[in-house]
C-alpha cells in the first residue's frame, strides 16, 4: 500500500519538470504575485482593525500616599501582597504611616513609574521599600510589552518617555529592531483577539458535551483551577542548574536600576531593596556560582551607586517551606503570621 | 539560525541574490560559507565541531583510496571519531548518571565529575551524514572525492544539516559537484513546501504545543488528560518535524538541490513497517542500510532477523535522546514490528482485508500514540503511573478541561486532515505544471499565508528535532 501511495506523488513533491522556460517564469511569478497579494491583502486589514486604547491613568496611588503620608511604602508585585498585611504591619509597626503596594504582575517598569509618578509628585520622602525577586530589577521588558503594556499605562499620564525607550528592542541589535518594525507595519496580532473565538468555540463544543451545565466563564475558572501552581510538577532541577545568570555590568544599563537610584537620589527618597527568599531557597536548592556573581555585583552597585539599603532574605530560615502556597508565594493563611515575623525579624528595614 | 526566524528570511534573500550571480565552483564556496555563517550564527564555537568532523572524513575516505589494505581500519577510525563525538556531547551524563547509580545501588561511593557539556544542534544529524560517507566510500558505492569544499559543502548544507533529512552522500554529492542553474519551476514548488511547512509549525504545532506542555506539566494528570496530552503531542510533533523537513527541502529547491522526502502521511499506516517507511524516512532508511542490514538484515533465521530488528529499532530510540524512556519507545517499536510481522505471517488474509483498511489505519494511530506518550513522559515513574491509569476516575474537572483541549486539537489539526483527504483522493497526484495548475498552487499559498497571520501562536517553540 504504502509503495501504491508512494507513486501517487504528491504536488508538493512532483519532480520539476522542465517545459519552456518563459512558461515556468510565468507560473513562478504568478505564485509569488498571489502570495504577495495575500500578504499585503492581511496587512491592510489588520491595519483596519482598532489598536487598544490606551489605559486610563490611576491616580489612587498618589491620593493614598497624600492622605497616609507614610513614613514607609512597600512596594512591589505579588510578593508583596501575599506577603504583607497592612493593617497587620501597621499595628506591628505601631504607626498608621505605612503603605503597602502589591501591583499584582508589575515589574521594574512599573515600580520605576510608582516612584515618579505618584511618590515624588506626593512631596512626601517615605522610605521606599522594593521586593524584588531573582533577577526582576534587570529584566525590564519581562511583563512590560503587548497586553501588559495596559498596568504600565496605568501607573503614568502618557507613554513615559524613559519607559519607552527602554522597552524598545536595543539598536545595537539590529535584527530585534527590524522584527520590531515588522510587526508596527504588519500588526497581525490585532487579529489574534478576533479570531480567539473561533479555536475557543471548537473546544467548548467538546467540553460542553461532557460538562453541559457549566457556563463558558465556569469552564474556564475550572480550567485555571486545574492549572494552579501547586498542581504542577516540580521544577525540573537539572534545568534549575544549568541556568546562567547574566553578568551584572551587562544588563544594568539598559534595566530601570540607574533611572530608580538616579530619581531616588534626586528627591531624596531612602531606598531599600528587599530580594525576596523563594520556595527553591527555602526547600535547601543551593544558587548557582553565576547566580551568586550576579547577587554580589547587584548588592555591591545598590549600597555604592545607587546609596540604598540591601537585604538579601536567601538564608532567613524563619521563612520556613511551610508558609508557601503557590511558587513563591505565601499562602493566604499565613499572611498576617508572616506580617508579624518579618517585621521581628527584619525590623531594621524600619529603623 | 532558524527557519521561522527574520533572521532566516533575510540571510535567505541576500544568499540567493548573491549565489545565483556566481559561477558554478564559487557557488559551492559561497555555499560552504553561507552554511557555517547560518549554523554558527548563535554559537559559533560549534563550528569546530562541525569542522573536525568534516576533515576527518574527507581524510578517512581519501586515506580509504590510498591505502585500501587498511580501508577497514580506516572507517573504524570514523567511526569511533563521530560516534565518540557524539557519545561525548550527547550521552556523557546520561552514562555517567547511570554509572553512578549503579555504584550506589553497590555501595560504592564516587563524586560526579562536573562537566558542563551543551549539546551542539544538530550533531546526530550531521555525524550520521558523514559516516554515511565514509560507509558508502568503504562499500565502494562511492569514489572519494578530492575537492574539499565539495566534501565540507555537503556535509554542511545549511538547508538540512540541523534536522535532517539525513542525506546521501550517493544523492546530494553530485548535485553539488553538477552546475547549477535557476529553475523557476523547482522555486516556485520550493516556495510552495516553505510555505506549508511554515503553516504547519506557526499555527498546528505551536498551537497544540501549548496543550501539551499544559498536560505534561500536571503532575498528577488524569486519564482522560494524558490522553488527550498524548494525542496533541502527536500532532504537535508530526507538524513540527515535518515543517522542518518541508522547510528544508524547499529551501533546497531554490539553491538547486532536490532532498529526500522525509515524511509520507505516516498516521494513515496500516502496520507499523508500514509507518515507518513513512515517518522520518531518511532516518529509518539510515538504520535499515547502516545497521539492520549490515547485522544480517532477514537474510537469517527468523529469531535472528528479530533479534536484527529489534536491536535496530533500540539503537533508533537511543539516537533520539539520552534517556531510557527514548530507549523504551525505540524497543516498543522494535517490539511491534516483530508483532505485526508474526501476525502476517499468521494470518495474512486479515491484512488484505481491503474493508478493514480504515480499522487498521485507526489501530496503529492508536498503537504510535502510545508510542508517542513514552517519547514524551521523559521521568519514568511518570510514565509508568501514567500507564496505569484507568478511565472513569477522573474529577469532572480534568474530563472537562481534557474536553476542551480536545476541542482544540481537533480545530488546529484540521489542515492536517484536509491534506490527508487530498492524499487519498489522489488530488497531489493530479497535479501538472499548467498555469491553472499554479493559480490553484498560488491560491492554496495566499489561503496558508493569510491563516498564519490569523491564527499563529504567540508563544513560538523551538523545532522539537532541535534538542536530538
Known sequence: MAQKDQEKGSLRDAAPSPPSRRASTLRLGLFLGLALLSLLAMTALSRTLPVRGRARFDSSLLAQIKSVRPAFVLLGNSMVGTRFDEATLRSALRTRRVVVFGISASKSAEWYLVLKNMIVPSKQHPRLVLFYRDEELTQPRKHALGAAHASLERLSPEDDPIVEKKLAPSLAKPMARLAWYRDQVMPFQRFLAKTDPLPDAAAALFSRALWADATPRARRAQINDLFELSNLRPADAAQERAYQSPRFADVVDPSFLPDICGLAKEHEIPLTFVKVRTRDAASGVPETPSERRYIADMARYLRESCSAEYYDMHDEAWESIDLYGNGDHIAGRFKRAYTLSFVEHMGQIFH | ?468
Open chain 2, 1 to 468: 539560525m532558524i527557519f521561522h526566524s527574520l533572521d532566516f528570511a533575510v540571510f535567505l534573500v541576500v544568499f540567493l541574490a548573491i549565489y545565483w550571480c556566481l559561477p558554478h565552483r564559487a557557488q559551492n564556496v559561497f555555499l560552504l560559507v553561507g552554511s557555517y555563517f547560518f549554523y554558527g550564527y548563535i554559537h559559533p564555537w560549534f563550528l569546530i565541531l562541525l569542522f573536525a568532523s568534516t576533515v576527518g572524513d574527507y581524510s578517512f575516505a581519501l586515506g580509504m583510496r590510498r591505502f585500501p589494505a587498511r580501508k577497514r581500519l580506516l572507517l573504524v577510525c570514523s567511526l569511533c571519531a563521530n560516534l565518540g563525538l557524539l557519545s561525548f556531547f550527547k550521552y556523557f551524563n546520561f552514562f555517567v548518571d547511570n554509572a553512578l547509580l549503579l555504584a550506589a545501588h553497590l555501595h560504592v561511593a564516587l563524586s560526579r565529575p562536573t562537566l558542563n557539556i551543551v549539546l551542539p544542534v544538530g550533531i546526530s544529524f550531521y555525524t550520521f551524514q558523514s559516516l554515511s560517507y565514509t560507509i558508502d566510500v568503504y562499500r565502494g558505492r562511492l569514489e572519494p572525492r578530492r575537492n574539499f569544499i565539495d566534501v565540507a559543502a555537503f556535509l554542511a548544507l545549511f538547508p538540512q544539516l540541523v534536522a535532517g533529512p539525513i542525506e546521501r552522500a550517493t544523492h546530494v554529492l553530485p548535485q553539488v559537484e553538477r552546475p547549477r542553474h535557476f529553475d523557476p519551476e523547482a522555486a516556485r514548488l520550493g516556495l510552495l513546501l516553505m510555505v506549508w511547512g511554515l503553516f504547519k509549525k506557526l499555527v498546528i504545532a505551536d498551537n497544540v504545543a501549548l496543550i501539551a506542555n499544559k498536560v505534561f506539566s500536571l503532575s498528577l494528570p488524569g486519564f482522560a488528560l494524558v490522553w488527550v496530552g498524548t494525542l496533541a503531542f502527536c500532532v504537535q510533533i508530526y507538524a513540527d518535524f515535518s515543517a522542518y523537513s518541508d522547510i528544508a527541502r524547499g529551501t533546497a529547491r531554490l539553491l538547486g538541490f532536490e532532498l529526500m522526502k522525509n515524511f509520507d502521511h505516516p498516521y494513515l499506516s496500516q502496520t507499523p513497517a508500514e509507518f515507518w517507511r513513512r515517518w522520518h524516512i531518511s532516518l529509518s532508511s539510515w538504520f535499515r542500510d547502516y545497521v539492520y542490514i549490515p547485522l544480517g538484515g532477514n537474510r537469517g533465521s527468523k529469531p535472528r532477523m528479530y533479534f536484527n530488528l529489534f536491536l535496530t529499532f533500540l539503537l533508533s530510540g537511543f539516537w533520539h535522546g539520552a534517556s531510557w524512556n527514548y530507549v523504551m519507545w525505540g524497543a516498543y517499536h522494535g517490539l511491534l514490528l516483530i508483532v505485526f510481522r508474526t501476525l502476517e505471517d499468521w494470518a495474512p488474509s486479515v491484512f488484505r482485508i481491503r474493508w478493514l483498511g480504515p480499522l487498521r489505519v485507526v489501530c496503529m494511530f492508536a498503537l504510535v500514540n502510545l508510542g508517542w506518550l513514552m517519547f514524551r513522559e521523559t521521568d519514568i515513574h511518570q510514565l509508568l503511573r501514567d500507564l496505569a491509569l484507568r478511565p472513569g476516575a477522573d474529577s469532572p474537572a480534568q474530563r472537562m478541561a481534557a474536553g476542551h483541549f480536545l476541542g482544540l486539537v481537533v480545530f488546529y489539526s484540521l489542515p492536517l486532515l484536509a491534506d490527508g483527504a487530498l492524499y487519498l483522493t489522489r488530488t497531489y497526484a493530479r497535479a501538472r505544471a499548467t498555469l491553472s495548475w499554479a493559480l490553484l498552487e498560488g491560491s492554496a499559498a495566499a489561503l496558508l499565508i493569510a491563516g498564519m497571520a490569523l491564527f499563529y501562536s504567540d508563544i513560538p517553540s523551538d523545532f522539537i528535532y532541535f534538542q536530538f
